[in-house]
């Protein structure tokens, strides 16, 4: 079955610590995108990606870091830098390059440091 | 930068009532799109509009839109206590239109 997989599921650091959050889709969609959602509020964007080897900052990027070397593959690092990382995030694709057409999702990731 | 902004942020109704959700948005747009999720999952796409449509239905969803007033309204017709679930509008913008904003969302209950 073609998806988007996010890991891991719950995910725990310290202070200090950097953490990569895993997404992977086997749709062949050209766009990936992460979104960042806190209780009770909606999707904020933190980086997308319309291509392999080039992505853009999205309206809450300070703190964060993605890399796109494979078409599949859209890995996000939240940094140390990052001042208040505790949320749930969630990766999503899009068909085309430059489509804001529908976004299919992965089931999230929560992040809590402690 | 919040695009969307959904009424009412929560909303309680009896199993088998219409439920209705609207959207106000600020900016000139290509389609607007609504998105469910259950508590703590991923969304889910249900419809997508375009600017030069103004009424769209699949099943038991009906989508307006109007551009004139930046508004669009999501109408869940026969509800069930399966449709308990956050509701979001997410928008696009004719000149950064490689990206979606997405609302606040609305939360919907179902009481049986």
């Known amino acids: 079955d073609g998806g988007i997989t996010q890991s891991p599921k719950y995910l725990f650091r310290k202070e200090g610590q950097n953490v990569t959050l895993s997404c992977e889709q086997n749709?062949?969609?050209?766009?990936m995108y992460w979104y960042r959602q806190d209780p009770g509020q909606g999707l904020r964007l933190i980086y997308y990606?319309?291509?392999?080897?080039?992505?853009q900052k999205g309206d809450i990027a300070e703190g964060y870091s993605v890399s796109r070397e494979k078409k599949e593959s859209f890995p996000l690092t939240v940094t140390s830098a990052q001042k208040n990382p505790t949320a749930f995030y969630l990766c999503?694709?899009?068909?085309?390059?430059?489509?804001?057409?529908?976004?299919?999702f992965g089931e999230g990731s929560r992040l809590t440091v402690l | 930068s919040q695009q969307g902004e959904e009424d009412p942020q929560a909303l309680s109704i009896q199993e088998g009532e219409n439920a209705t959700m609207n959207c106000s948005y600020k900016?000139?747009?290509?389609?607007l799109q609504w998105y469910r999720q259950n508590s703590g999952r991923g969304l889910v796409h249900l419809i997508l509009?375009?600017?030069?449509?103004r009424e769209k239905h699949s099943g038991r969803l009906r989508v307006t839109l109007d551009t004139s007033k930046k508004s669009s309204s999501l109408l869940i017709t026969a509800s069930r206590a399966a449709d308990t679930a956050s509701y979001f509008c997410?928008?696009?913008?004719?000149?950064?239109?490689?990206?979606?904003?997405f609302g606040q969302g609305t939360r919907l209950t179902i009481n049986p």
């Open positions: 997410a928008t696009d913008g004719i000149q950064g239109a490689q990206k979606l904003v």
């Open positions: 509009i375009r600017s030069n449509e």
């Open positions: 990606s319309q291509i392999v080897n080039d992505f």
């Open positions: 999503a694709s899009a068909r085309l390059a430059g489509d804001t057409g529908e976004l299919f």
């Open positions: 900016t000139s747009i290509n389609n």
């Open positions: 749709l062949n969609h050209d766009a």
